[in-house]
């Protein structure tokens, strides 16, 4: 065997065997691609050889072009991907692929490259380009239909989703499919091959010949353009795909590319190319290395079966984790019990749960009122009231009866986790997991370090999170941690804009077009005004500098809570979501403007995007300040999973950075600037740093 440093190279016989290598998943970079050319060329140049097989072993072909050198110069430099795919198709000895395990983008097109193709039939083949806002711009607009047939193409190409090799049986993508060592029976395609002079097949010179194409064609436009309205990308895969059936193959090719280029420079593809990055780059702590040894964790503990209780309970179940769940009171127990079986048994009448999965989930819950029935479990998760007295009295009796070296959490969305520690013996066992509500459902964990958490116990809920489908990222300590810390900031700004002239509304509306899921007032409905009422009430007793009573207030006062009372900032129907404009709220503000010797103006759309995302971006930039969140683009993780906001922007941080941060400051300075305005709209010193350095968040 010899060795190109990111490809092997092997001789069986007449057989040549070219092994990618370039971990974690053969990214075809260009040392990958270099190394691919030099190794085909050497055995054409061998007359020894009379066959090649491509492949990258029994775990992985390739997951594609290197996503990293992706804008660097190393992803324009020869051979390009085109380069190499026309190297392999053109060669005058018929290549194989030989595909195990993921074979995705680039490294599907490689092989469509190739002249024949053997795969496992677990192998997971897929174009998922369109998931970055890119369309497949190796030629697999142009293979793909000639192998596959336009409809096939089109349903791989737009939907970006992967499938089984062997699904593809009995499709001229797959020459075979097999079980065992795909590298064997590749090798034994190649012999056959070579023994029966077959000449290499092209998938260039196959010709479409499909009398449905253009009507298909033109549904898929339909379709696609109705369904992904914020992005380009699916749109653009159904154009290239209609080349390939109205255009020479060359043709095709070069529009392909040029597409290709366009796309990849959208602030939409951007926006996409920077989730994947952050979404891999949230689970790694600089001071937690990946090999730190982890805690078992086999069973659980939740406290309290309230609202949070209940819904981290069964997210436990869901993942097949044991719990023991207690409460202070038969009643209180009885409750939370009954409202986990009546949730699960909601989704078992929606055809998600079978009866089975739903006597599994309840027979993993084990209802106690006894502390002693934890003293076995590994980690606890407390959700019992927001009240540090009461936090302080469950901690004191988890630290007396816990096993040594479980894990003590605290699911407070507000209270001060190391004070919290400071009432237990072992404060590096304490850390805080902030579920989001309703916590089965949301995908968001904020995982809070203590100023004493041990790095094991924060390896180890990283890898929990994953067990239990969250998506994780680490907060230090702080008020409202790092999602509901900057929210609190859009909120006031919200109102700000509200008290000042435009509607609730208007606001909302202009935040949705945005893209937002849901605007400010409208979430207020859903999570209910009064807890935060209640929280400004408490604040404005202990502080008399703190905001006075807010049109929230008055709407709490008059009962008004939210869609759980009917009404709120907006009308709810019974048994409906939908939010009515209710002339009643309007009168309230006029009245608080009025109270308030509030003149009002007019507030274009635009102003109240850039005070309400501003409001948030200043706010981050500060919990990056301080050390709460380790990178930007973990808030942009937090705000993506748990606050609805637009995949196409990327998140708030990246949003900052597309719109250009030096015009984020003069934004927040012209408001921090205007009479009566509070401090916080003054730019955060890091914000205004990168500003002044030319340089962005991420
Ligand atoms: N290039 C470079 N690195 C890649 C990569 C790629 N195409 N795909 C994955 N990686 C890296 C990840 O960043 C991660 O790195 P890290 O360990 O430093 O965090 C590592 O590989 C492992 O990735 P995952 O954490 O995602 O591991 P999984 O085992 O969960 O998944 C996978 C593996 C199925 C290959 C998944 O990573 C994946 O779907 N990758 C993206 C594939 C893709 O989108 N390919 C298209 C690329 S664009 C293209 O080919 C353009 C062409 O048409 C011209
Ligand atoms: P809740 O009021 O619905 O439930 C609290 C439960 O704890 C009640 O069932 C109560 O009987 C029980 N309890 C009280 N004292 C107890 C004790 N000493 N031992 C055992 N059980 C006890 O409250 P909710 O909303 O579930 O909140 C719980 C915690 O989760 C709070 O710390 C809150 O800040 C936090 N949180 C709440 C979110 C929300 O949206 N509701 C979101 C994220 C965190």
Known sequence: MSENSAAEYEQFGPIAVITMNNPPVNGLGLALRSAIVALVDRALADPQVSAIVLTGGEKIFSAGADIREFGEQKQASAPTLHDVIEVVEACSKPVVAAIA?????????????????????????????????????????????????????????????PERAKNFAGTALLDEVVDGSVLDAAVAFARSVVDGKLAP?????????????????????????????????????????????????????????????????????????????????????????ADTPLRDIRRVGVIGAGTMGGGITMTFADAGIPVVLLETKQEALDRGIENIRRNYAASMKKGKLTQAQYDQRLA?????????????????????????????????RLDAIAKPGAILASNTSMLDLNEIASYTKRPQDVIGLHFFSPANVMRLLEIVRGAKTAPDVLATCMNLARRIRKTAVVAGVCEGFIGNRMIERYGAASNLLMAQGASPQQVDGALQRFGLAMGPFRMNDLAGLDIASAARKRKAASDPSSQGRVVADVLCEMGRLGQKTGSGWYRYEAGKRDAIQDPVVDTIIEQFRRENGITVRKISDQEVIERCIYALVNEGARILEDGIAARASDIDVVYLSGYGFPRHRGGPMLYADTVGLPNVVRALRRFAAEPGAEAWWEPAPLLVKLAEAGRSFN
């Open 101 to 161: 395990g993921a074979c995705l983008g680039g490294g599907l097109e490689l092989a469509m490259g190739c002249h024949f193709r053997v795969a496992r039939s677990d192998a997971s083949l897929g174009l998922p380009e369109v998931k970055l806002g890119l369309l497949p711009g190796a030629g697999g607009t142009q293979r793909a239909p000639r192998l596959l047939g336009v409809e096939r193409a089109l349903n791989l190409i737009v939907s970006g989703e």
């Open 201 to 289: 097949k092209r998938a260039r010179d196959i010709k479409i010949d499909d009398p449905h194409a253009e009507p298909l064609l033109q549904f898929a436009r339909t379709t696609v353009a109705a369904a992904s309205r914020q992005f380009p990308a699916p749109l653009q895969c159904v154009e290239a795909v209609g080349h390939a059936v109205s255009k020479r193959f060359d043709e095709g090719l070069r529009l392909e590319r040029e597409i290709f280029m366009g796309l990849m420079a959208t602030p939409e593809s951007k926006a996409l190319r920077h989730i994947f990055a952050a979404e891999r780059a949230v689970s790694k702590l600089p001071d937690v290395p």
């Open 364 to 396: 993993l819950i084990e209802p106690t009122l006894d502390y002693a029935a934890l003293a076995d479990v590994d980690l606890v998760i407390e959700a019992v009231f927001e009240e540090m007295s009461v936090k302080r009295e469950v901690f004191g």
